[in-house]
């Protein structure tokens, strides 16, 4: 069955280190999402890719980067994690036609704590 | 950009009693309102969406209102149960990709 996993789930890293969460989708899909979910912030944009190559950044996109090579990884790249970036992290994927069904799968969620 | 706004943040109801989410949106141009159910340690999972072109739509205990003039959408979960239990989101979109979420909704259903 077609589906989307983040690793590691859980991470615990500090301050100044660079982090990357991996996405992986077999559906695919064109377009990509990471989300960061915050207590009273609900989720919220960080970056999003409607195919290879092609990157954007979303409300929160500041000290993240994302890169994409290939249609199934989006991989998000924490330069240098700070402790307000201790969060947890949604990876999504959905289909490219617009106007059709535009559901966003999401992944299991990855914690990640910055000390 | 758009701002979605989301009302309750937590609601409480017994079994088998009504729930109403409440969202309203900024941007006019917005055409795609999905909402999502959270369960504990799991990302969120879409329950039902609805285009700016329908009023309503149902789905069994589910259904889902939309005001365009208002710019506000509403879910009605009928004949709660336990397992209704969660954290409800609402989203807009205009583009029909990327999703603007409200802060989310806990409804807690008791037996």
Redesign the interface.
Known sequence: DAEITQSPRHKITETGRQVTLACHQTWNHN?M?W?RQDL??????IH?S?GVHDT?K??VSDGYSVSRSNTEDLPLTLESAASSQTSVY?C?S?SLI??AD???F????TRLTVL | ?ENVE?HPSTLSVQEGDSAVIKCTYSDSASN?F?W?KQEL??????II?IRSNVGEKKDQRIAVTLNKTAKHFSLHITETQPEDSAVY?CAA?N??????????TSLLVTP
């Open positions: 377009n999402f989300y009273g912030h609900g989720l919220r944009l999003y409607y954007n979303g409300e949604f999504a959905s617009q106007g535009n559901e966003q999401f992944g299991p969620g | 950009g989301q795609y999905p999502y340690g799991k990302g969120p999972q879409l969406d989101f979109s583009s029909g990709y990327a999703l603007n979420f409200g802060k989310g």
